[in-house]
């Protein structure tokens, strides 16, 4: 009869002893077969599984993605850095997978970017119990075999000659992998060139290169100054001063704007002010990273080159030629360099000790010539919008009080007034707005 203390006591004497090419090789079928549910899925729609092709595109793929993964991984690992290298791996293909399969996306540069630049309190709310849970039930198997096993050790040059065969190896059976399914692999990312993409964790690992190398190529780039000509028409001393209040907020589809006429009413604020609609627009993208620069940039959707964007100043610098005051104030990750040099204001957790002691308070406040207001991410789970607990018959309802707000505010200036959000507990009990206080 076994007892209760047998299998803990069976387990803690459970160390085998691999080499970390057999290691590695365990962890790439693992991460082949648990984490590429999307993949396979788009690979194989539409194809019946009574055919040879099927197969042969199947055990080709597979095969050339462990290998692949084998060889990528086996470059960086050693007695050492092998199983926190794989433990890592693991638990980000964990993740990528997880949000793969719930937000129906796919892991390619521009979507890396907006993870690794996305602040803290978005994403957060991104971090459910869902999302906890099913990392954990893929990750823990894995884990408690790379802690239990014992790394075999070699002589160094007995080491370097079986990781240069096995790494020789690899590649051989890699193209043979390849080769197998190659025409109808060849196919696939002909035709669906995104697929690449669902490859996990070998989208992870490439976005991740990409972004890096991007934002290091970004921060040695020379900005091209444009404008510098611009000046301000000479208007009348007794003239108002002007001010033109920019709120950027998230890309919304048009066909379901209810000032262009969708069949439900998703904008009803925005309705009662009587504003001017602009029905065709459209952004440069879904990312922030790619349609804040476009929008302030001289080049615009149609003729879109992203070097030439980022290597040029912006409107907001050719205002600033031209004698306009400007000022960025933003609630999330930053203007993108749209306005690199320029005033800037980070309002992620501002506090007012005179007006709103201990609390953080919703930029609210004015100043003479330009200002923008980038909204926190309207459109996202864990914004602001969608933090309020309103219906969502109404489309980005944070974004219409901020324009109600301006709206008032301009037309009836109270000097010294912030607005205050309560905390994000409240928004969801309440959907209110707390304010507006004044000295």
Same mark, same amino acid.
């Given at each position: 009869m076994i007892g209760r203390a047998a299998v803990p006591k069976r387990f803690h004497r459970w160390q085998p002893e691999v080499s970390v090419e057999w290691l590695t090789l365990l962890i790439c079928l693992y991460l082949a077969v648990i984490f590429n549910d999307a993949f396979w899925e788009a690979a194989l729609s539409g194809r019946s599984m009574g055919e040879i092709s099927t197969w042969r595109l199947l055990l080709g793929t597979s095969i050339a993605l462990c290998a692949l993964h084998f060889t990528a991984f086996v470059c960086f690992a050693n007695r050492w850095t092998v199983k926190p290298l794989l433990?890592?791996?693991?638990?980000?293909?964990?993740?990528? *997978?997880?949000?793969?399969?719930?937000?129906?996306? /796919?892991?390619?540069?521009?979507?890396?970017? &907006?993870?690794?630049? !996305?602040?803290?309190?978005?994403?957060?709310?991104?971090?459910? /119990?869902?999302?906890? #849970? &099913?990392?954990?039930?893929?990750?823990l198997g894995p884990l408690l075999v790379l802690w239990r096993v014992r790394i075999l050790h070699r002589p160094w040059l007995r080491a370097a000659t079986v990781r240069v065969l096995s790494v020789i190896t690899a590649i051989a059976i890699a193209v043979g992998g390849l080769a197998l399914g190659y025409?109808?692999? #060849?196919a696939l990312m002909r035709n669906q060139k995104e697929v690449r993409y669902l490859v996990t964790p070998g989208n992870v690992l490439y976005g991740a290169g990409r972004v890096f190398l991007t934002d290091a190529r970004k921060s040695q780039q020379v900005v !091209?100054?444009? @404008?510098?000509? *611009?000046?301000?028409? *000479?208007?009348?001393a007794s003239a108002k001063p002007r001010l033109l209040v920019i709120i950027v907020g998230e890309t919304v589809r048009a066909q379901n704007w209810g000032l &262009?006429?969708?069949?439900?009413?998703? !904008? $009803?604020?925005?309705?009662?002010l009587n504003v001017v609609n602009f029905r065709n627009v459209q952004s440069c993208g879904t990312a922030t990273e790619v349609s804040l620069p476009c929008m302030f940039s001289a080049v615009g959707r149609r003729d879109y080159d992203e070097a030439r964007i980022h290597g040029e100043e912006s409107l907001l610098?050719?205002? &600033?030629?031209? @004698?306009?005051? !400007?000022l960025w104030r933003d609630n999330q990750t930053g203007c993108k360099g749209v306005c690199s040099g320029l005033p800037f204001q980070q309002w992620n957790a501002a506090e007012d000790p005179t007006l709103c002691p201990g609390r953080p308070v919703l930029r609210r406040d004015f100043v003479a010539g330009l200002a923008e207001r980038h909204r926190c991410g309207?459109?996202?789970? @864990?914004?602001?919008?969608? #933090?309020?607990?309103?219906?969502?018959?109404?489309? /980005? $309802?944070?974004?219409?009080?901020?324009?109600?707000?301006?709206?008032?505010?301009?037309?009836? $200036?109270?000097p010294g007034c912030v607005y205050q959000y309560t905390d994000r507990q409240q928004l969801r009990q309440r959907g209110a707005v707390r304010g507006p206080l004044c000295r």
């Open positions: 433990g890592a791996v693991v638990v980000t293909s964990a993740m990528a *997978a997880y949000y793969m399969d719930q937000y129906t996306v /796919f892991m390619d540069p521009d979507m890396l970017r &907006n993870v690794l630049h !996305t602040e803290y309190k978005e994403a957060r709310e991104l971090v459910t /119990f869902g999302f906890a #849970s &099913n990392v954990l039930l893929w990750s025409r109808d692999l #060849s !091209t100054p444009i @404008g510098v000509d *611009a000046h301000v028409r *000479a208007r009348p &262009n006429g969708y069949k439900r009413e998703t !904008t $009803p604020r925005l309705r009662a610098h050719v205002l &600033n030629h031209a @004698g306009i005051r !400007t309207s459109g996202r789970s @864990g914004c602001c919008a969608e #933090s309020t607990g309103q219906s969502r018959s109404e489309l /980005f $309802p944070s974004l219409s009080e901020s324009l109600q707000e301006v709206h008032a505010h301009l037309r009836h $200036p109270r």
